[in-house]
């Protein structure tokens, strides 16, 4: 079965500072997605960002970037200039289907 | 695009009775519908995923006839707890994924549900 690790609960970061959080996953498969979620006070999850698993070329939106590493199976999301908007639990999720296996999340804290 | 409505946003309701939450994709054609359920400070946890026009496929677990899931069409999905308990109470969620103007194998959540049940 697929796991997610997020291996950090909490991050703190200052605002217009960068900041870096970590996913690692377990898979067998070849062909696979990756995403990172953004879960803010609402609850509404956010899709953030996607990764394609063949595709070499780490994905970039904006002031978030990922640092996709598929033999060491990581996934990390950098997020630069980091705004107060940002402050949010952030869930890390694989997907071989349609189906997503979550992360367990990790909460970040932005300081004015 | 990408906009998926979820209704009601809060329910409150006594112990045996049932709530229905519904599960809109307002701008895309939803082929398949997930249900998590998510607990206080928790990731989200899978419920069942359904297929339009098919049965809804159930995780370990989660008991087919007390959380009864419907898929009629391609933009809605209902999810029943029938006989509610306070034991239900959390905070549900919808997600779909589909065709049309939206990347195609990404999810897109509802708001959630909010169920307190007294």
């Known amino acids: 079965a697929q796991t997610v690790t997020q291996s950090q609960p909490e991050m703190s970061v200052q605002e217009a500072e960068t900041v870096t959080l970590s996913c690692t996953y377990d898979t067998s498969e070849s062909d696979y997605y990756l995403f990172w979620y953004k879960q803010p006070p609402s609850r509404q999850m956010i899709l953030v960002i996607r990764?394609?698993?063949?595709?070499?070329q780490n994905a970039t939106e904006n002031r978030f970037s990922v640092n996709f590493q598929k033999a060491a199976k990581s996934f990390s999301l950098k997020i630069s200039d980091s705004q107060l908007g940002d402050a949010a639990m952030y869930f890390c999720?694989?997907?071989?289907?349609?189906?997503?296996?979550f992360g367990g999340g990790t909460r970040l804290m932005v300081k004015p | 695009g990408a906009v998926v409505s979820q209704h009601p946003s809060w329910v409150i309701c006594k112990s045996g009775t049932s709530v229905k939450i519904e599960c809109r994709s307002l701008?895309?054609?939803?082929?398949?519908m997930f249900w998590y359920r998510q607990f206080p400070k928790q990731s989200l946890m899978l419920m069942a995923t359904?297929?339009?026009?098919?049965?809804?496929?159930?995780e370990q677990g989660v008991e087919k006839d007390k959380f009864l899931i419907n898929h009629a069409s391609l933009t809605l999905s209902t999810l029943t707890v029938t006989s509610a308990h306070p034991e239900d109470s959390s905070f549900y969620i919808c997600?779909?994924?589909?065709?049309?103007?939206?990347?195609?194998?990404?999810?897109?959540f509802g708001p959630g549900t909010r169920l307190l049940v007294l």
């Open positions: 359904s297929n339009e026009g098919s049965k809804a496929t159930y």
């Open positions: 997600s779909a994924a589909g065709r049309g103007r939206i990347r195609e194998l990404s999810q897109y």
């Open positions: 999720a694989y997907s071989a289907g349609n189906m997503l296996t």
């Open positions: 990764q394609e698993a063949y595709k070499q």
């Open positions: 701008d895309f054609q939803a082929t398949t």
